[in-house]
Each structure stands twice: as structure tokens, then as C-alpha cells.
């Protein structure tokens, strides 16, 4: 079983940048895919980013692409999405996931969720 929790959200001008926690606990964060979806208000949440448990493969989707980074450190139990030249568009409550053997688009296939954190870019 795995619990998440994101941090690092907040309120930046666009071109800013943000750097998102995603901490992890469970003892099977390892083995774990590791996705970055958003939702904004009014809106279906939508895919970003995901990165393998080996971190060697990460996919994005293409407005994000070039901006944003997914990594993870699993020494820290820590998946973290960079996230540089916000723009607008980018203002959404944003939520890791975590899938037993899944870390692609789809959100269906993921096991856990977390809370969510709030990011906000201002024109």
C-alpha cells in the first residue's frame, strides 16, 4: 500500500517556475510507476507526466513538454515534477499517482492518489 502526498504548489507569474513533491510512503514505492495528472476547475483531469519505477522512461504530454521534468529519487521515497516557464494554462490542482505496473496516460490504472497541490500562474 502506498500513501502520497504532493507539495511545493502555489502562485507564480507566468514564465515562473515550481518544483512539485510528490513524498511516498509504503514499502512497495520501488516498484512503482509514478504519474503527474491536473485538473483545473470545471475540467476533467488530464495526464502530464509519468516516469517508470526505474525512472528510464518518462512520457509527456505535449503542451508540457520542454517545460516540465518528472524525476524521482526512491532513496527519498520522492517523485518531483520541474515545472519552468508556467504559463496560464498550467493553473490546475495537480496530483501524483502511483500504479503497481502501469505509468502511462490513462489515470484508470493507477492504484493510488494523492491529495493534490494547488499551482496557480498569474498573467
Known amino acids: 500500500q502506498v500513501q502520497l502526498v504532493e507539495s511545493g504548489g502555489g502562485l507564480v507569474q507566468a514564465g515562473g517556475s515550481l518544483r512539485l513533491s510528490c513524498a511516498a510512503s509504503?514499502?512497495?514505492?520501488?516498484?512503482?510507476?509514478m504519474g503527474w495528472f491536473r485538473q483545473a476547475p470545471g475540467k476533467e483531469r488530464r495526464f502530464v507526466a509519468a516516469?517508470?519505477?526505474?525512472?528510464?522512461?518518462?512520457y509527456y504530454t505535449d503542451s508540457v513538454r520542454g517545460r516540465f521534468t518528472i524525476s524521482r529519487d526512491n532513496a527519498k521515497m520522492t517523485v518531483y515534477l520541474q515545472m519552468n516557464s508556467l504559463k496560464p494554462e498550467d493553473t490546475a490542482v495537480y496530483s501524483c499517482?502511483?500504479?503497481?505496473?502501469?505509468?502511462?496516460?490513462?489515470?484508470?490504472?493507477?492504484?493510488?492518489w494523492g491529495q493534490g497541490t494547488q499551482v496557480t500562474v498569474s498573467s
Open positions: 499517482a502511483a500504479g503497481s505496473n502501469y505509468y502511462g496516460v490513462r489515470s484508470q490504472p493507477y492504484d493510488y
Open positions: 509504503g514499502r512497495a514505492f520501488r516498484s512503482y510507476g
Open positions: 516516469i517508470s519505477w526505474t525512472g528510464d522512461t518518462t
